[in-house]
């Protein structure tokens, strides 16, 4: 079965620069989530989108932004990247609002 | 608030041992209860949710309203059933688009 596809797998970028990563969810799935997991940590919500608005915001940096487009694959950019935001960034979807999220492998960003 | 509790960071067991990870929550409404395992630097997988009341891998995890728990049980452990288990919470049906909620993990580790 599809499962939910991230890209890029891996991130190096220096400090002050800008990322952009990618989530395309599970075919048929409208909503799409946002996790940071810093080294050892477990991971921490976001940001969320359903049917392509947002949906619900936790803690994410005013210096990232997100969005879902119309074939609902989701975006989430990144700029003036700190030390601190080297993490694993998770994408989850799911079928509805509410319904079992399912995840994607991760980014594994690395900023330098 | 919202919260889950995994009180134990680490649990080394032998093979073959009965295995039980903790998780206590906290929250005012009705919740979903998850849990996620997350092998050696891949995705969080789906192992359980509550309202399946299925066993995936031999592990079980019944909800118990009275003590906010939702412990994790399996009678036989295996090597292959190292890794990392995150307990999950999120709202229940009628509560909206509500992102997941994740304890700190335990890392389980079964010994030969």
């Known amino acids: 079965a599809a499962g939910v596809i991230q890209s890029p797998r891996h991130l190096i970028k220096e400090k002050r620069e800008t990322a952009t990563l990618k989530c395309y969810p599970i075919?048929?799935?409208?909503?799409v989530y946002w996790y940071q997991q810093g080294p050892g940590q477990d991971p921490q919500f976001l940001i969320s989108?359903?049917?392509?608005?947002?949906?619900d915001k936790g803690s994410i940096p005013d210096r990232f932004s997100a969005q879902q487009f119309s074939d609902y694959h989701s975006e989430l950019n990144m700029s003036s990247l700190e030390l601190g935001d080297s993490a694993l960034y998770f994408c989850?979807?799911?079928?509805?609002?509410?319904?079992?999220?399912?995840f994607g492998p991760g980014t594994r960003l690395t900023v330098l | 608030a919202q919260r889950v509790t995994q009180p134990e960071k680490l649990l080394s067991v032998f093979k073959g041992a009965p295995v039980e990870l903790k998780c206590n929550y906290s929250?005012?409404?009705?919740?979903?209860l998850f849990w996620y395992v997350q092998y050696s630097r891949q995705r969080l997988q789906l192992l359980l949710r509550?309202?399946s009341r299925e066993s995936i891998k031999g592990f079980t995890a019944d909800l118990n309203k009275g003590e906010t728990s939702f412990h994790l049980k399996k009678p036989f452990a295996q090597e292959e059933d190292s890794a990392m288990y995150y307990c999950?919470?999120?709202?229940?049906?009628?509560?909206?688009?509500?992102?997941?909620?994740f304890g700190k993990g335990t890392r389980l580790s079964v010994i030969a």
């Open positions: 929250y005012s409404g009705s919740p979903e």
């Open positions: 509550h309202i």
């Open positions: 989108f359903y049917e392509k608005m947002q949906s």
């Open positions: 989850a979807s799911s079928r509805s609002r509410g319904d079992t999220q399912y």
């Open positions: 999950a919470l999120k709202g229940g049906p009628g509560s909206g688009n509500t992102p997941l909620v």
């Open positions: 075919p048929r799935h409208d909503t």
